[in-house]
């Protein structure tokens, strides 16, 4: 994603945003600092017009942590993950009830979001070892 310069106000909302955390954000941004140190999370990130609960830019992971009336908002996700996406990151989203009850298979499925995933990289490792011949098929 290119650097578009943020808007005046995109850091004191930043600001805010990180002083009125709802207790499951808190929660997570705990656990993210102190059981992924090197996914090297940030909290309420401006990405372009939108904020970011968490993102991991050199993951290109996006974590989004719903609230309880949560349903309201779908369009404005939809169109937030759309442009996220469009960004190069992958979004996950939890509930505020999944985090606070269930902070185990959030981080079981954000560990799998940070694997890499093996098929990739053999399809990768494979390419580079076996590279295709210059003369084309059969020569």
Known sequence: MKRDRLPSNA?????????TATE?????????REKL????????VPLGRY???FASHGAK???EVDGG??????GYDAARTLY????GYRVLRFSN???IDNLDGVLEALGRALTPHPSATSEQARKSAYPSPTGGEGQ
């Open 11 to 19: 850091i004191p909302r930043a600001r805010k945003l990180r002083r």
């Open 61 to 63: 992971l996006v974590i």
């Open 24 to 32: 499951a954000e808190t929660i997570l941004w705990r656990v993210l």
């Open 51 to 53: 904020f970011a609960d």
């Open 37 to 44: 140190p090197r996914a090297k999370f940030r909290r309420q």
């Open 69 to 74: 009336q949560h349903g309201e908002a779908a």
């Open 97 to 99: 009830h999944d985090v």
């Open 84 to 87: 996220l996406e469009h960004e």
